[in-house]
């Protein structure tokens, strides 16, 4: 009687242990529902901006890449590289910065966004006594709204840091269009 009964108690702590360990070993397995978070990657898009302006003695070459992560559907941040070349009669110009992006879809249709810009300007202005060099940094921050449909944006932005000494543009307000792929 004493070897059944410990026949049977080793029986019953051997299931124990072996369906501890095979649950344990099942629970170490890949589950792809549970494991495939987003990528980082899938969140990014990309985009940018070009601008070409030609006119009677004024030539304005603008290139300005961008990513953003959509941190979710209602909040995006990234950032942008800018470089652009002013050629007049009077001075050119080259200049080059980078800039951090906020971005806010209050709902689909609408966007609003603020942009910290530092931008470095070299200046020669072509004077008839000869020429002057004028380098600086000038840094703005824009606040704009603008209308959204899929990957496009138009709307307006304000500079509230705007001098009309330092600032490439004449106005603190600029139309803009922004395309995210």
């Known amino acids: 009687m004493k070897n059944t009964q410990s026949s049977i108690v080793f029986i019953n702590l051997f299931c124990i242990v072996?369906?501890?360990?095979s649950d344990t070993t099942i629970?170490?397995?890949?589950?792809?529902?549970?494991?495939?978070?987003?990528?980082?990657?899938?969140?990014?898009q990309f985009g940018g901006g070009l601008g070409l302006n030609i006119g009677s003695g004024y030539t304005d070459i603008t290139v300005s890449p961008s990513a953003i992560y959509n941190i979710n559907p209602i909040v995006s941040a990234g950032a942008s590289l800018l470089f652009g070349y002013v050629n007049t009669d009077y001075y050119n110009s080259l200049y080059y910065g980078g800039s951090i992006i906020g971005l806010?879809?209050?709902?689909?249709?609408?966007?609003?966004?603020?942009?910290?810009?530092e931008t470095r300007f070299n200046t020669t202005y072509e004077l008839e006594g000869g020429n002057l060099s004028?380098?600086?940094w000038n840094t703005a921050l824009y606040l704009g709204a603008g209308y959204r449909t899929q990957n496009i944006t138009v709307g307006v932005r304000y500079?509230?840091?705007?001098?009309?000494?330092?600032?490439?543009?004449?106005?603190?307000?600029?139309?803009?269009?922004?395309?995210?792929?």
């Open 18 to 21: 072996f369906l501890l360990f």
């Open 104 to 117: 806010v879809n209050p709902i689909p249709q609408v966007q609003l966004s603020a942009e910290l810009e």
């Open 134 to 136: 004028d380098k600086y």
């Open 27 to 44: 629970a170490q397995q890949n589950n792809p529902a549970i494991n495939q978070g987003p990528n980082f990657w899938d969140k990014v």
């Open 159 to 181: 500079d509230v840091l705007y001098n009309k000494d330092k600032s490439i543009y004449a106005e603190p307000f600029m139309p803009f269009v922004r395309v995210y792929f």
